[in-house]
């Protein structure tokens, strides 16, 4: 079995920053591309940013210059440094990592349960 955990979230006030954190665990062979979506309240899940197992790095227009993803492949960790944060930041943030649990494995997309991000003051 494998799985994604999300850790970090809370509420912080405009202009505020916080540091998301998303481990993958269990049975993995290797670990491909990750990343972090969000779905604001009421509204569709959409992506914040994607970094590949060779630290390639993509990011919404929206989150631009105020978001950092990086990973830490040894210990199987992705991480998503949210500065000068919006109320329209708010959010459920979701990890999304791709995983082989074999050799033999096709590999399979594997989401967090999701950490709730609030920026109000």
């Known amino acids: 079995q494998a799985q994604v955990v999300e850790s970090g979230g809370g509420l912080v006030q405009p202009g505020g920053s916080l540091r998301l954190s998303c481990t993958a665990s269990?049975?993995?062979?290797?670990?491909?591309?990750m990343g972090w979506h969000r779905q604001p309240p009421g509204k569709e899940r959409e992506l914040v940013a994607t970094?590949?197992?060779?630290?390639?790095?993509n990011y919404a227009d929206s989150v631009k210059g105020r978001f950092t993803i990086s990973r830490d492949n040894a210990k199987k960790m992705v991480y998503l440094q949210m500065n000068t944060l919006e109320p329209e930041d708010t959010a459920v943030y979701y990890c999304y990592a791709n995983l082989r649990r074999s050799g033999v494995d096709a590999p399979r997309g594997y989401w967090g349960q999701g950490t709730q991000v609030t920026v109000s003051s």
């Open positions: 269990g049975t993995i062979f290797t670990v491909g591309a």
């Open positions: 970094i590949t197992s060779s630290g390639s790095t």
